[in-house]
């Protein structure tokens, strides 16, 4: 049975806040949430996040809104490791199993999750198709998430690299120089 959050994050690295709604299955996720900024210009994302068994993305869709305007970005998997973005292929990013919507602590969640880092002894390389704010730009990005401790995981990536506080559920609590949650995370 599914469970329903609202979480929200002091996002430090933006100098602004994410709110996300989630359902949380036992090997999928469902979120829509909406993100304001100031850093590196003031800014709006709102966003929708799908993905199906094993938390694998199905779909990212993002709206940005600064002083330059509106820009949308509709990121989908085939479940077979391509991507396209507004129908485009994306060869770059071909083989990712995973979105990483920048300054976003939610798309953490998912390679935690499906190979259940948050309890379990493990390491795991990914190549994400990570988006950048507030531009929108899909590049690859390699990533390495190693479980610590129970509610423990340190993600890497190039000369990056932080240590996760994330909840029994696997959301994050705490990525330091990135987000704080804000609220408990209370079910709606």
């Known amino acids: 049975m599914p469970t329903s959050r609202v979480i929200t994050w002091d996002v430090t690295a933006s100098h602004g806040y994410e709110t996300a709604w989630v359902e949380l299955g036992d090997s999928a996720l469902r979120a829509r949430g909406r993100a304001v900024g100031t850093v590196p210009w003031p ?10 068994d094993g938390f694998v993305t199905r779909r990212l869709a993002v709206t940005a809104d600064d002083a330059s305007g509106t820009r949308t970005l509709d990121l989908r998997h085939d ?8 129908g485009e292929p994306l060869p770059a990013v071909a083989g990712a199993l995973d979105c990483d919507l920048g300054l976003c602590p939610l798309t953490n969640t998912m390679p ?10 493990g390491e795991r390389e990914f190549l994400m198709a990570w988006v950048a704010v507030p531009g929108l730009d899909v590049r690859p990005s390699r990533q390495t998430y190693t479980h610590v401790a129970p509610g423990r995981v340190r993600f890497a990536s190039g000369d990056f690299s932080s240590e996760l506080e994330v909840d029994a559920e696997g959301l994050v609590v705490d990525y330091p120089r990135l987000a704080r949650r804000a609220t408990p995370g209370r079910p709606d």
């Open 43 to 52: 800014y709006w994302i709102t966003y929708e996040l799908e993905t199906t």
């Open 112 to 121: 935690v999750l499906r190979h259940g880092l948050h309890r379990a002894l």
């Open 79 to 86: 479940g077979r490791g391509g991507w396209t973005a507004g």
